[in-house]
């Protein structure tokens, strides 16, 4: 029996070993690359090692590498993300914790009608939204800047934003809220000083899902944004498809790398508390 067990368990570790190193295969590549010259990437083995270890690409690639006729790399591009990201997260976050706190614990007649609409939006494909969108951003004077950018992430966040934190709060018991009632807190006490600090594995969920979508996402970058607002993932389809007298793979691989480095440093410090957010209730319905 227990050589039955330890067989399976070499099955199950080395089934995992084989996964992890095909799906760190491109990761290695794209690394590995970033760091070779031309002359070694033309002439050498696509798996190998780099002979002599050069940054030229990574530092072309962030500060005078061209994505069409502008040649100042991927710098600026990686800001207005940074600009976009930040507040985008924060605010849909904010505003989630506040919708569900309030379709869990404060319901009102009709609240899960509601909750349905919001829900919904979960479920619309962003491509519907794009024409209303645009024309939403033009009357309020948003277009093609990065608050527009901010205002589109939030809006198209809430419904995800408010499901995690709906689906946390109902587990939490209600006997807390009543207790505190009766002792005069009101809303926004009990929301502050009993809910929010019980909301940590869920505030963790909810702020790297956002900031991974709102990060990556490409189609709202590509629509709504302007000549000095674009942002990283913009600035590298523009570097990857600028057609120059060489293609320079190892500068492509460093952008690529570049524009992807903050979400797998978020996933790298923070991956745990993720998983453990999400099974302490984040997408439970």
């Known amino acids: 029996m227990i050589e039955q067990n330890r067989f399976w368990r070499i099955v199950v570790y080395g089934s995992l070993l084989i996964a992890a190193v095909y799906y760190l295969l491109p990761l290695y590549v794209m690394f590995t690359t970033s760091l070779k010259g031309m002359e070694e990437i033309r002439n050498g083995n696509l798996l190998s090692l ?3 270890i050069s940054l030229a690409a990574w530092q072309k690639a962030w500060s005078s590498a061209c994505t069409g006729v502008d040649c100042s790399g991927l710098q600026p591009y990686f800001w207005n993300s940074v600009l976009m990201v930040v507040p985008a997260v924060a605010i849909s976050t904010a505003l989630g914790a506040i919708n569900g706190y309030v379709l869990s614990k404060w319901q009102f007649r009709g609240s899960e009608i509601v909750f349905g609409m919001i829900l919904f939006g979960v479920f619309i494909p962003f491509q519907v939204l794009l024409l209303p969108m645009a024309q939403t951003l033009g009357l309020f004077g948003m277009a093609s800047s990065i608050p527009g950018l901010v205002f589109v992430h939030v809006v198209c966040g809430l419904a995800s934003t408010t499901l995690f934190f709906r689906n946390y709060y109902v587990g939490i018991p209600d006997e807390l809220i009543k207790a505190a009632r009766l002792d005069g807190a009101g809303f926004w006490r009990i929301f502050l000083r009993i809910i929010l600090p019980m909301s940590t594995p869920i505030l963790t969920v909810t702020v790297i899902w956002q900031f991974t979508q709102i990060w990556n996402d490409f189609l709202f ?7 000095d607002s674009r942002p990283i993932t913009v600035g ?27 979400t797998i440093i978020v996933y790298v410090l923070a991956g745990k508390y993720f998983v453990r957010g999400l099974t302490a209730g984040a997408v439970k319905g």
């Open 221 to 227: 970058g590509v629509v709504f944004s302007g000549l």
């Open 50 to 52: 780099p002979l002599d």
């Open 236 to 262: 590298l389809n523009n570097l990857a498809n600028t057609t120059t007298s060489v293609k320079e793979y190892n500068v492509d691989m460093a952008a690529a790398l570049i524009a992807a480095l903050p």
